[in-house]
């Protein structure tokens, strides 16, 4: 999605607000630049997300359920805390997080605890089943 279209779709979303107009449709985001948007609290429910790059965004609060975010950058900072995902998305991190090389015992407890988990991530056949170690 280019810039000029969400523009146009916050210039359409702004006007339903103000006198019923277009309500903005976010639900195709796929690869657009999201560096350092504030998203927070935003409905971000089914949205495609494909390789969304969401380098820096503030997410605080938004839901992202049933959201695509495959090839997508999920920011690692505070403003990606108390988003609402699905178990879908939860798997999908918990494997990235499964996946890290420490070998730190406490990592290495804490992986294999969510290590079921992990393994129902929607793209397990594809990237391979995790053991524990």
Not at 7 to 27: C, P, Q, S, Y
Not at 62 to 78: I, T, V
Not at 103 to 112: L, T
Request: aromatic share 8%; charged share 25%.
């Amino acid at each position: 999605m280019k810039q000029k279209d969400i523009e146009k779709i916050l210039k359409n979303h702004k006007e339903w607000i103000d006198t019923n107009g277009n309500r903005g449709n976010f639900a195709d985001l796929s690869e657009t630049n999201l560096i350092k948007a504030n998203l927070s609290g935003a409905n971000l429910r089914g949205a495609n997300l494909i390789g969304a790059d969401l380098i820096g965004a503030n997410l605080r609060g938004a839901d992202l359920s049933g959201a695509n975010l495959d090839y997508s950058c999920w920011p690692l900072w505070c403003g990606s805390l108390d988003v609402r995902v699905d178990a879908r998305i939860a798997a999908q991190l918990a494997y990235h997080f499964c996946q890290l090389d420490c070998d730190d015992p406490a990592y290495i407890s804490a992986r294999n605890a969510i290590l079921n988990f992990a393994n129902r991530f929607h793209r397990k056949e594809e990237c391979g089943k995790l053991e524990t170690r």
